[in-house]
């Protein structure tokens, strides 16, 4: 059975991604792609992570990753993964090498991870000089200065994430802090998640290709509205229990799961749409509280488990408070207010009509 040059290509692209090899250190694979197509390089840092937004991003479905690294991400935009410490083959020297020559020529930058700055960044660092490694710091501030766009992408690269949690020793900051620290003014988008959602950054760099970074709008702290601007909440299939009062007491419970600490009332992005996992299931499917995981103050100082002030969703006034004590026999608040001014009427309005009625049979009699 024949097989065309195209499916070769796409097949010999995701074994590739799998075994972590980097097919653009390839030179006769490189020219095969070299067609007239406008191509922009991404080197990849990865900072203070677990690389948990990586994998995230290689099991990508819709598009795959095969498709996102070889077709055009939009007509005459293709995208060349540089540099990606995690899946390119190259290391050592023949590794930094690549990230050297793709920062002579226009390139989008993606960081992921925390930026690490206790102890002039030697916490975490990437590559070598003269038998020293060098701090991931180094590489951001230099190639932040450089790139026509940076990418956050992660809650740690985002606002610190997990390592900035409280304590934090190695005085992890988000992207933006550091370069604002540092007086970089390069447009950067924060892309928080633990992980992220893998269409999030493939939809931020088609944007990006598309209309330059300054064509994405961003909300208050840095996230496309058009990924973050909802809020879990108005979106999660549990809303109808939460509207009618009926909270889980623990886990397993088929109810609102606000009360067990989710944080959905204040978090922001389209999970219940995307969902994770090609698009199979998602945390609060999966029985478990939204942690909030897009939000900056991720992962709550307090607890992971505390509930959170609800601003702007509540439920009407007419249903049962969130927290009651049901040994109480009369719980006063404004929404059993309401319902007993209502039954009161009510009554109150029969007890009247059956009056009514009494004195009018009395005058016909």
Not at 85 to 106: F, N
Not at 247 to 272: I, Q, R, S
Not at 281 to 294: K, V
Request: glycine share 10%.
């Amino acid at each position: 059975m024949a097989i065309s040059r195209r499916k070769f290509l796409k097949f010999s692209a995701g074994g590739a991604a799998a075994l972590g090899v980097n097919l653009f250190d390839n030179p006769m694979m490189k020219k095969a792609f070299a067609a007239a197509i406008q191509e922009t390089p991404v080197i990849w840092v990865a900072a203070g992570a677990c690389s948990g937004c990586s994998v995230s991003l290689l099991n990508a479905l819709s598009p795959r990753i095969q498709d996102v690294l070889l077709d055009q991400v939009l007509p005459g935009h293709h995208i060349e993964l540089a540099f990606h410490p995690t899946v390119m083959a190259a290391s050592g020297d023949l590794a930094m090498k690549a990230m050297y020559d793709t920062e002579e020529k226009p390139f989008i930058l993606v960081v992921e991870g925390s930026v690490m700055t206790a102890d002039g960044g030697r916490m975490c660092e990437v590559g070598e000089s003269h038998g020293h490694g060098i701090p991931a710091t180094e590489h951001i501030k230099r190639l932040g200065g450089k790139a026509k766009a940076v990418l956050a992408v992660g809650s740690c690269a985002s606002y610190g994430g997990v390592p900035a949690a409280s304590e934090n020793p190695s005085g992890s900051i988000g992207v933006t802090e550091f370069f604002k620290k540092e007086g970089i003014t390069t447009p950067t988008i924060n892309l928080p998640g633990c992980a992220i959602q893998p269409d999030w950054f493939i939809s931020t760099v088609a944007a990006i290709l598309l209309g330059g970074p300054e064509s994405v709008k961003v909300d208050a702290d840095g996230r496309p509205e058009m990924i973050y601007k909802k809020l879990i909440h108005d979106n999660c299939p549990l809303r109808g229990h939460f509207d009618a009062g009926r909270f889980a007491e623990k886990f397993g419970d088929p109810y609102c799961l606000y009360k067990l600490g989710c944080k959905g009332p204040v978090a922001h992005a389209n999970c219940p749409e995307k969902r994770f996992n090609s698009g199979t299931n998602w945390c609060i499917d999966n029985g478990h509280p939204c942690n909030g995981c897009t939000e900056p103050d991720y992962p709550f100082d307090q607890t992971m488990w505390g509930t959170v002030p609800i601003q702007n969703a509540t439920p009407p006034a007419a249903y049962p408070p969130i927290f009651t004590d049901n040994k109480k026999s009369i719980d006063v608040t404004p929404g059993y207010a309401a319902l007993a001014g209502i039954a009161a009427g009510v009554v109150g309005a029969k007890v009247l009509k059956k009056s009514d009625d009494s004195e009018d049979r009395q005058g016909e009699e």
